[in-house]
């Protein structure tokens, strides 16, 4: 089943206009309503009177019109261009013919606004009758959307059996490229809401434990300091499964300690900052009054380990092994920063942590950092798609982090 967008995340208001937005881009591309409606097998008057109702839905004057035609105006730059964005996602092999076009002018899923939100619901409840329960449909009026998706596609998207629904690789691919469709219609009504004078909008940013304390609170009330209007959900989740959220645009960034290298070639990382880890302990463990305290003096330690493969666990591996001590066995692991400052709290286990993520416990004196040196560093930065187009919001969210790595650097 894929990993889905939070369930209170709402469906665009711009997914019902998606035919009506295909009619503008096409008259931005071709100057005219008239070689709009011949590029897209309408009529004039219907391609005339989509743009005249998104017009009316936007409160935008997306073309001047004169006599050689219509040109796209400064106001409707935005939306435009998220627009071809979006639509762009919704190719499928066009034909050589149509190929020789804009491609979202051949895209059958353009034309089907209702198909698309009953395909991303259909991927999340994998069950005909959940998703027309979610929809307010009959059963019957999904398995219909489910057919012309099917038939526009050309090929089986889900396989029935008696447990529900699997999708095929195809649908797999057509579900991924659908919920990019839908993130970036999202972005386009936040950036509407802004031209109109306050952004309304949701950002949900992808969070790895143990490496973002400091970052990510301080850069979220920044932006919604100058954005109020912004809900910005966060979520905590393990490297691959926040990687797939963001590939499949369930979320719209991630941040946390990156790996040497991205597997997915449509996912960039960005470097913001080299992070130290430390050994830490209760306050009055027996190894804090230690001195001249050395690695082989933890061979008989109690640990809170790192979880497996990530960037913590591989600094920890590689101080046993400079140190000469045998590899511990994975005896406790935990995923949870709170958790883990809870069992240093309450036994004489020793967990490898960042120093600037228990500043405030040290200051307190309810945990005390071990004279041990521990190399290398770690990297934090941000993972996102290589396409993204940050809305204002998002941008602002990336730079506070930007000049806050740089601090974190001196």
Same mark, same amino acid.
């Given at each position: ?11 665009? +208001? ?8 295909r009619c503008a ?20 008057? +219907? ?25 796209? +105006? ?21 034909s050589r013919a149509? @190929?020789? &076009? ?11 606004? @209702? ?16 998703? @027309? ?71 949900v940013i992808g ?146 942590? +960042? ?29 996102? &798609? ?25």
């Open positions: 089943m894929f990993p889905t967008m939070p369930t209170d995340r709402a469906w665009p +208001s711009l997914l019902t206009h998606l035919q009506r937005l881009l096409a008259v931005a591309e071709c100057g005219s309503t008239v070689q709009a409606a011949q590029a897209l097998h309408l009529s004039q008057s +219907s391609v005339a009177r989509a743009v005249e109702q998104l017009e009316e839905a936007t409160g935008l004057a997306l073309f001047h019109r004169h006599a050689r035609g219509m040109q796209a +105006s400064q106001a409707s730059a935005a939306l435009l261009r998220r627009a071809e964005r979006a639509l762009a996602h919704l190719t499928l092999e066009p149509a @190929a020789q &076009r804009s491609h979202w002018l051949a895209a059958p899923l353009a034309r089907g606004g @209702a198909q698309l939100q009953t395909l991303v619901v259909l991927g999340r409840t994998l069950s005909l009758s959940g998703a @027309a329960a979610e929809l307010e449909l009959s059963a019957a009026a999904v398995h219909q959307r489910l057919a012309q998706l099917e038939q526009w596609a050309g090929r089986a998207l889900f396989i029935r059996s008696r447990s529900g629904l699997r999708a095929t690789p195809a649908g797999e691919l057509m579900l991924t490229s659908v919920k990019r469709c839908v993130a970036e219609l999202a972005q386009a009504d936040e950036e509407l809401s802004l031209q109109r004078g306050s952004a309304i909008g949701r950002l969070t790895l434990p143990f490496s973002t304390g400091l970052l990510l609170p301080r850069a979220i009330e920044e932006v919604l300091r100058l954005y109020p209007g912004m809900q910005i959900t966060v979520i905590d989740g393990t490297y691959p499964a926040l990687l797939q959220q963001l590939a499949q645009a369930d979320i719209d960034l991630m941040v946390g300690a990156l790996r040497p290298q991205l597997e997915d070639r449509d996912l960039v990382q960005e470097i913001l900052f080299r992070d130290p880890l430390a050994v830490f302990a209760r306050a009055g463990h027996r190894l804090a009054a230690r001195k001249a305290l050395r690695w082989k003096h933890l061979a008989d330690a109690q640990w809170v380990l790192p979880m497996p493969d990530t960037p913590a666990e591989a600094v920890f591996l590689q101080a046993l092994r400079d140190a000469g001590l045998p590899l511990q066995p994975g005896q406790l692991r935990v995923n949870s920063a709170v958790m883990m400052q809870a069992l240093l709290h309450d036994s004489d286990r020793l967990a490898l942590m +960042s120093p600037r993520q228990l500043e405030r416990e040290v200051r307190a004196g309810l945990l005390v950092q071990l004279p041990l040196p521990v190399r290398p560093l770690r990297t934090i930065g941000t993972i996102s &798609r290589a396409d993204y187009l940050p809305t204002p919001a998002a941008a602002h969210l990336l730079e506070q982090f930007r000049a806050m790595g740089r601090q974190l650097s001196c």
